[in-house]
């Protein structure tokens, strides 16, 4: 019985159509200053190979506004720029679709700049997908917020290249420290060893010496005994 359902099961799931899908991204929320360009990311992440009838879409919300515009498509392998919206003569398409690339650059910004674009790709057969939105906000000079996020950033990555330069610098030292410990140790090793045969050759001379002043008193005395023996007899 568990051997058919498992079959039937099989038959089933071959039978219904596989969804296809994409991942839409576009990145953090960009800043920017009056007068100034800005380069809007997307792409997508997708199990097929980049299709040639991939295609990118751009729509636009202002601040305080309900409703959105298209602003940029891409297909068929041409990009096209709304000719009536508000970047018209300002939008460029500077992505690469074979690299799943699909991002814009806006030149020339002002505060009625500010809003959400929204970006959505297909690449055919996988087409069911959430578009990615990015905030856009122009300034006249940079945002206080910004520039300690910026500067949070820039401190972190200086932090860890010190790190890794002082653990690097500190490897180095106990590298050459233990090499130097061993070869003062065996140096050490050398000069007792050196010490202990020239010791035993310092004392080989110094015994016999000992031994040949030893003897020669000995025979000093034994003399001096018969002389005195040989004298008393000469008297009697």
């Not at 297909?75 to 992505?95: A, Q």
């Not at 653990?167 to 130097?180: G, T």
């Amino acid at each position: 019985m568990l051997g058919f359902l498992a079959i039937a099961s099989i038959a089933l799931l071959g039978l219904v159509p596989q969804s296809q899908a994409i991942v839409v991204y576009t990145g953090w929320d960009r800043h920017a200053l009056v007068g100034s360009e800005v380069r809007l990311y997307c792409s997508f992440f997708s199990w097929r190979w980049t299709s040639e009838d991939v295609t990118f879409s751009w729509s636009y919300r202002s601040d305080g506004s309900r409703d959105s515009i298209s602003v940029f498509h891409y297909t068929g392998g041409m990009p096209y720029v709304d000719n009536k919206g508000p970047f018209r003569d300002r939008l460029e398409f500077i992505g690469n679709p074979r690299r799943r690339d699909g991002s814009i650059l806006i030149r020339n910004l002002d505060y009625s700049d500010n809003g959400t674009f929204t970006c959505d790709a297909k690449n055919p057969p996988d087409i069911v997908g959430r578009p990615s939105s990015v905030r856009l906000m122009v300034y006249d000079k940079v945002p206080i917020r910004a520039g300690v996020i910026t500067g949070a950033i820039i401190g972190s990555v200086l932090g860890l290249l010190i790190l890794v330069v002082a653990i690097y610098y500190l490897m180095r030292f106990l590298v050459a420290r233990r090499v130097f410990n061993i070869s003062v140790s065996k140096l050490d090793k050398g000069k007792k060893g050196k010490g202990k045969e020239g010791s035993q050759q310092r004392q080989g001379p110094v015994l016999y010496a000992t031994l040949d002043q030893s003897s020669k008193l000995l025979k000093g005395v034994g003399s001096d005994k018969k002389k005195s023996g040989d004298s008393r007899k000469d008297k009697k």
